[in-house]
């Protein structure tokens, strides 16, 4: 089992930065590679960003490469997303989550933190 709680969301304006914290329990949390999604509202589940269990691959999505980086350290069961040249198309509500894979597809993740809010006024 592991647990997931995302902290750090928040207002920003278009053109800053925040970077989004994924606190993980057990341990076991260094064996699941991580995903970053978002939802905005009447919209599906979107991927943002994963990162193998070890940290030696990333995957972005296109929306996003070159602004967001994802990073992980198991000595603390911590991820990060790292958000800059926010867009106001940004703001959703931010979700990390556990897997046995780094995929796209957010049913392919068994564990899922309880979310944080990025709103980006223009």
């Known amino acids: 089992q592991v647990q997931l709680v995302e902290s750090g969301g928040g207002l920003v304006q278009a053109g800053g930065s925040l970077r989004l914290s994924c606190a993980g329990s057990?341990?076991?949390?260094?064996?699941?590679?991580m995903g970053w999604f978002r939802q905005a509202p009447g919209k599906e589940r979107e991927f943002i960003a994963a990162?193998?269990?070890?940290?030696?691959?990333?995957y972005y999505a296109d929306s996003v490469k070159g602004r967001f980086t994802i990073s992980r350290d198991n000595a603390r069961n911590m991820v990060w997303l790292q958000m800059n040249a926010l867009k106001p198309e940004d703001t959703a509500a931010y979700y990390c989550?556990?897997?046995?894979?780094?995929?796209?597809?957010?049913?392919?993740?068994?564990?899922w933190g309880q979310g944080a809010q990025v709103t980006v006024s223009s």
């Open positions: 990162i193998s269990w070890a940290g030696r691959s990333t």
């Open positions: 989550a556990a897997g046995a894979w780094s995929d796209y597809d957010p049913k392919k993740y068994e564990f």
């Open positions: 057990g341990r076991s949390f260094r064996s699941y590679a």
